[in-house]
């Protein structure tokens, strides 16, 4: 699957092949317990030599000699010496009954309010998208790679056409997810942490965190950090742009 998706664009042809090797026989493997860190290797060694400025939106392409150099430094890159690497490398953090308390879940941020999954948490901290960029074609190689199930795809890039939409990188539906994720939580009755630009998809429909705040949470501090976002690749300019980062503390 690498070699048909992403060959001469991602990958050389070469490490797209030393991939859909590693993951033949990553699947053969019977040994249930060895899969995660398998996988994780070989999802590490896939990053490590992918021709990309960070994400998988677009690959990169030599128009300046800067660009070429880059490109050609990935292309050397062995697949089989990363993969050895990332599994020597790879540990487990923290104590094992520290690990047994923790849960990882993958799903619609609002749908999982809605669960019984965070019933157990003392706080929410939510990272909300900021731009009308939707951000799973940052990050569709990973996930084609991971499922390696063939989808539909489109564009030079072969992005999923199956990707996941957010109504919060839309300028139509923003406020509407920034009032159901404020009232998912209050429902809950937990304190929610906020992290947003001061300039954010939500600033440009007309709307504000603050005021959207203030009509859920009794008590809502705003803390304000310099920060240095990433332009993705800089491909129309400076690779990062100054931005005020807000923290926004709800409480009752």
Do not use: C
Request: aromatic residues 12%; hydrophobic residues 40%.
């Amino acid at each position: 699957m690498s070699s048909l998706y992403f060959s001469t664009g991602y990958f050389t042809h070469s490490q797209a092949i030393a991939l859909d090797a590693l993951r033949a026989a990553i699947d053969a493997d019977t040994v249930v317990d060895e899969r995660d860190w398998l996988l994780s290797a070989w999802l590490g060694a896939a990053s490590a030599v992918m021709n990309a400025p960070g994400h998988t939106a677009q690959y990169l392409f030599p128009r300046s000699h800067a660009a070429a150099e880059r490109v050609r430094r990935a292309a050397r890159l062995d697949v089989w010496e990363l993969f050895v690497r990332a599994l020597s490398e790879n540990v487990q953090v923290g104590t094992g009954s520290w690990r047994a308390q923790n849960k990882v879940t993958s799903s619609d941020a609002l749908t999982l309010l809605n669960s019984n999954a965070v019933a157990d948490a003392s706080v929410l901290y939510a990272d909300p998208p900021y731009t009308r960029d939707q951000y799973s074609r940052f990050y569709h190689v990973y996930e084609t790679l991971y499922r390696y199930d063939y989808p539909d795809s489109r564009g030079q890039g072969r992005n999923r056409s199956d990707g996941f939409m957010t109504d919060f990188s839309k300028k139509s539906g923003v406020e509407a997810a920034f009032r159901a994720l404020l009232r998912g939580a209050r429902r809950m009755q937990l304190p929610l942490v906020i992290s947003y630009p001061e300039n954010g998809l939500l600033t440009t429909a007309g709307a504000t965190v603050l005021g959207v705040a203030n009509e859920f949470y009794a008590n809502v501090e705003v803390f304000t950090v310099a920060a240095s976002h990433s332009t993705m690749g800089g491909s129309k300019g400076s690779q990062r742009k100054s931005a005020s980062e807000q923290l926004f503390v709800l409480t009752n």
